[in-house]
């Protein structure tokens, strides 16, 4: 387990170099990513390079014992390529193309920004490949970041009509699977298909999920081909992509296969301030983050390559927020155990010097730009100590697996039903709901192994892969399935023996009816011991299950069969607590209440506790010892920011 941060040489007097080098040193750092943005600086001409800046700098961090993990710098096309070949532009949905002056305004299907990605690529490969200072190489910068996933260019409508020929063999098939025939949307051959956009009403559902399938697919295979690039001419050296917070419209899960590190960059206010959040949830947590919101895509990213770590870490207040509020003492010495708690294999802070220039002057650093130290180096120092005394934490596989399904995703945001409700939500809702009864989760794929799981969540995948029932069924976990489980086929259609329902191998039930209701109506649901509510989603289901819980109309709205439960509903808060205790018990996994604040998890024989709330909090209630000696990190008692770790 390392510290690092993100720098950028180019941005700063050489002169500068050394002793920014040592103070990294000195603070308890050993990687640097340097390069994700200096196309202009490595290639100032076509077909110029300067390389001896870069050497230099390499240089220089090396010399003082920091490995260096190099970005290649495709996330920013200069001006003289832009202009050289201006079909490289991603194009909105009216066909405008995007303009030169930030980032990211490439279009991933076009193949002359292709060449010329893998050309830069294979020069600074071939250049450092084999230099003892790279430790590891990075891909680009945040793919699909600013809306770059969707490109509406001449060369994407090409690109998408030969993914769609390789898809569907023919155009009747195709003709089939989006169901052309509803409203005379059939087509006599590829070549006439667009791409779903500036339509007059919504575009065809089954064509947009193509169209996410196929830009996904784009950037797994952008990406690739620059890692072939560097396996070839840098076969010793890991490769990682940074990934940005709660972005699904990129399947991790096949772009980690073409990854030794899956890394993402976390900004837990930057994010508390742009998310899905209450009012009363981002005053709580204004200066801490959502409790869920870094550890929910750690174990995204935990399960999507075989190791992961943060490339880039909040450190201060951020410059693109709606508002930009400072962390809480303590809270990035927090983030940073956290992160470590969860498996990552280091953990990188943005950036090392706040810039005085340019689009982010006010995002902060560790240093101020003048290179004074900001008050949250002490944490960095404190974590470097620590991790000096506790050594690597081996994480070992969780009792309970939380399905996340990206084509599902993509599918409940093109067709909703209703505006209340995004499927990614209730994934959150339910992994906050497990953390707060004390729990580790590992987040897994629809087509995982579930074999020596206890308990497996299914938050609403409307599209479930072949066999997952009979997997399911064997693996003799206890499985829970929310509302709209299963309801669609792979080509986004109804399914054709809905008296079956979405999983005959462990419920014996149909979906008769979905409504989505309005935010304020609330609906009862007795069970034979309390009363509770559920918001949002009603199925009205047929079933010879057992009935655990019913709607105050009778009808049934949790239902049981041997070790399988669905909800017929979005259950609010208590239902869903109450629902996920009954099954941990027929589970057999032991909870602890933590509350809204305190956050478990556990990770190379310790437990560790974080506290992201306002007040102080006794640990004993949730098992920890009440001797300060036993502590391996902090003691019985946690403050806001606090981290807490105990021998298990």
């Known amino acids: 387990m390392k510290l690092g941060v993100c720098y950028y040489p180019e941005h700063w007097p050489e002169a500068d170099w050394a002793e920014d080098a040592r103070m990294m040193r000195e603070l308890g750092l050993s990687l640097v990513r340097i390069g994700e943005f200096a196309w202009s600086r490595i290639e ?201 917070g709660d972005f699904i419209r990129l399947n991790h899960h096949d772009i980690g296969k073409h990854l030794d590190i899956a890394t993402w960059d976390s900004y837990p206010i930057g994010l508390l301030s742009e998310g899905h959040f209450t009012p009363e949830e981002k005053s709580r947590w204004l200066h801490q983050g959502h409790p869920d919101f870094a550890a929910f895509n750690h174990d995204v990213y935990r399960g999507t390559a075989p190791e992961w770590a943060i490339m880039e870490q909040q450190p201060g207040p951020v410059n693109w927020a709606r508002h930009n509020a400072a962390p809480a003492p303590g809270m990035v010495r927090l983030w940073t155990w956290e992160a470590f708690a969860h498996g990552a294999r280091f953990v990188s802070y943005f950036r090392w010097r706040q810039l005085p220039f340019a689009q982010e002057q006010t995002h902060a650093g560790l240093l101020r730009w003048d290179r004074v130290p900001q008050p949250v180096t002490g944490e960095v120092r404190a974590v470097a ?41 209730l994934c959150r809702t339910i992994y906050t709901a497990l953390r707060k009864l004390g729990l580790d989760v590992d987040i897994v794929p629809a087509t995982a192994d579930y074999t020596g799981y206890k308990l497996v969540v299914l938050p609403s995948p409307s599209i479930l892969p072949e066999g997952l029932g009979e997997r399911l069924k064997v693996s003799g976990a206890v499985v829970l399935a929310t509302a709209l489980t299963g309801c669609r086929t792979e080509d986004v259609h109804l399914l054709p023996r809905p008296d079956l329902g979405p999983l005959p191998e462990l419920l014996p039930m149909q979906m008769l009816r979905f409504e989505s209701l309005a935010p304020h109506v609330t609906m009862k649901v007795r069970t034979e011991h309390a009363m509770y509510t559920a918001s949002r989603w009603r199925e009205t289901v047929e079933t010879k299950a057992q009935v655990l819980a019913r709607f105050d109309d009778g009808a049934p709205a949790w239902i049981s069969h041997e070790r399988a439960h669905y909800l017929a509903t979005w259950p609010d808060e208590p239902l869903l607590h109450a629902a996920l205790e009954i099954l941990c018990a027929q589970a057999g996994i032991a909870v602890r209440h933590t509350g809204p604040d305190i956050r478990l998890r556990r990770a190379g024989g310790l437990q560790f506790a974080f506290n992201y709330g306002p007040n102080s909090v006794d640990l004993a209630p949730m098992g920890a010892p009440s001797d300060p000696s036993a502590y391996a990190l902090g003691g019985p008692r946690l403050e806001l920011g606090g981290v807490a770790a105990w021998k298990v």
């Open 385 to 425: 100590a620590e991790l000096a005394a506790l050594g690597y934490l081996a994480l070992q596989r969780a009792d309970i697996a939380l399905v996340l399904d990206y084509p599902s995703l993509w599918h409940h945001e093109i067709q909703p039903q209703g505006r209340r409700g995004a499927t990614i939500d």
């Open 44 to 244: 100032p001409e076509p077909g110029r390079f300067d390389w001896a800046w870069l050497d230099r700098a390499v240089e220089t961090l090396h010399a003082e014992g920091l490995g260096v993990i190099l970005g290649t710098p495709t996330a920013t096309p200069p001006k003289w390529l832009v202009d050289m070949y201006p079909d490289i532009l991603a194009h909105d949905e009216h066909a405008n193309p995007r303009r030169f002056g930030s980032r990211r305004h490439y279009c991933f299907s076009s193949q002359t920004y292709r060449r010329e990605g893998a050309r830069i690529t294979e020069a600074l490969a071939r250049r450092y490949g084999q230099h003892p200072a790279i430790a590891m190489w990075q891909t680009d910068n945040e793919f699909g970041h600013h809306g770059s996933d969707e490109s509406f260019s001449p060369d994407a409508h090409a690109a998408f009509r030969l993914w769609l020929e390789r898809r569907y063999g023919t155009i009747a098939a195709l003709n089939t699977a989006w169901g052309a025939v509803f409203w005379s949307q059939e087509y006599r051959s590829f070549a006439e298909v667009d791409l779903p956009g500036a339509t007059v009403t919504e575009a065809n559902p089954s064509h947009i999920l193509d169209f996410r399938r196929f830009n996904s697919d784009q950037m797994v295979s952008f990406h690739a081909e620059q890692e072939a690039i560097i396996r070839r001419l840098s076969p010793d050296r890991p490769v990682t992509h940074n990934f940005i």
